[in-house]
């Protein structure tokens, strides 16, 4: 495939999955400000599909785009850009020879460590109060708002690798 039908593929994958972000649900009411969405598994295929490079340009499109027509929250687009940069980084920089799912599920917990150190920096400056006067506003201890964070982004990251993985197995012959 040349390279502007794949830039121009990637660009369609970003935009429709700014259309998925609209479906975002908190998946732990106490933390609202952590939203499920299932857009990323349209950059996940774009990785599966072409590369790391044509999936971080799908990523740009669909997080400036969604922050233009939906969210205007610079800072809750960016947590999710570098969650989702986090995880398709990892998937192609990991050459183990293990199963696919296994794979998944190290690299959400891996993202759910990145993040858990994103949110200790980000949340004073967002909630403009330190973490823990944030667990305790949720109801929780720090401990447990880690352990939701970690939580969140392995459901998150899993369900939206199993659903990119089984989106790129049906249209890879398209592509090829
Ligand atoms: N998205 C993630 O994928 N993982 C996170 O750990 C995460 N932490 C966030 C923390 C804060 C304070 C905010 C405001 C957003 C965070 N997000 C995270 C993004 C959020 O789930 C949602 O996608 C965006 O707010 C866009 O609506």
Redesign the pocket.
Known sequence: MSRVKILSTAGILGALSVLL?FL?FPIFPFAN?????PSALLIIASLFLFDWKTAMFSLITKDLV?YFV??G?L???S??FV??FTFISIISIFRLNINKYIKYVVAAFC??IA??L??MA??PI??KMSFSDAAKYFGLTPWTLIIT?VS??LI??IANAILGDLLYKRIKNFFS
């Open positions: 972000m975002e400000f952590l939203k499920f969405d969604f939906k969210s929250d800072i809750g687009v947590m999710d969650a989702i993202v759910g993040m858990v994103m949110n980000i949340i967002y909630f964070i969140f982004n998150k990251f």
